[in-house]
């Protein structure tokens, strides 16, 4: 039986950006009309649990509206003749919907809380959270967002993963937030690597090939690419 070839694609705000879901930041720094550190550190959690909550909760009916694009797709199908590994900066589930079944999420899971104490105690989230729900062993809920100032705790399973790709996939990332932005140097020189965003003719990563398109269009030429065996020739 013939071994599948293993890719692992890193894939940020930029492939989930043409699904309606906002990126992180937009040009005068804020997310949403909120400052990242009132929404997005532990210190803004201590300050305003009520405001970070309606922060995220208004994130998840938005992220119940929205719906995989292409890119999304395509990835989950290139698991038919591939080994594939998905690490997502993203917080949605949008890679789940699309049929990818092999997932790290490196800043947690927008719909999943955990205890704010007791951390191993995650729970499936569809609703609003409110500061009176609490965990099995009560004590208040929080979402399950890794925030800024936080250890990012799948970081070395990912950085494990990419070790042994034989192709690796950056999409949509602008290759800025780390560790995350590390974990492309992780991967063997032997292995290809394309890097798909619109800006990514400006960052220049040693060994990896720019792709300057949005995701769905990058998408579109390096899964023909792969499905044609072009990319092993490089």
Not at 115 to 128: A, F, G, M, P, R
Not at 158 to 163: F, L, V, Y
Request: charged share 25%.
């Amino acid at each position: 039986m013939k071994i599948k070839q293993k890719i692992v694609a890193l894939t940020g705000a930029g492939i989930s950006a043409e699904s309606g879901i906002k990126t992180f930041r937009d040009s005068n720094g804020l997310w949403e009309e909120h400052r990242v550190e009132d929404v997005a550190t532990p210190e803004g959690w201590q300050r305003n649990k009520q405001l970070v909550l309606d922060f995220y909760n208004q994130r998840r009916r938005q992220l119940l509206d929205c719906k995989p694009n292409a890119a999304h797709f395509a990835l989950a199908d290139l698991q038919k003749d591939f080994d594939v590994v998905v690490i997502t900066q993203n917080v949605d589930d949008l890679h789940e919907r699309a049929g990818s079944k092999n997932i790290i999420h490196l800043h947690g899971e927008l719909l999943k809380v955990r205890s704010t104490v007791h951390q191993n105690l995650i729970y499936d989230w569809k609703k609003d959270l409110n500061l009176e729900d609490k965990c099995a062993r009560g004590t208040q809920l929080r979402p399950h967002i890794v925030w800024f100032g936080e250890a990012v705790p799948m970081i070395e399973t990912a950085a494990a993963e990419i070790q042994n790709a034989d192709i690796v996939l950056v999409i949509g990332t602008s290759m800025q937030v780390y560790p995350a932005a590390s974990l492309v140097h992780y991967a063997p020189r032997s292995s290809t690597k394309f890097y798909i965003d619109p800006n990514a003719d400006e960052i220049h990563i040693a060994g990896v090939d720019p792709i300057a398109e949005k995701a769905t269009t990058g998408m579109q030429i390096v899964y023909k690419l792969l499905m044609e065996g072009l990319s092993l020739d490089n």
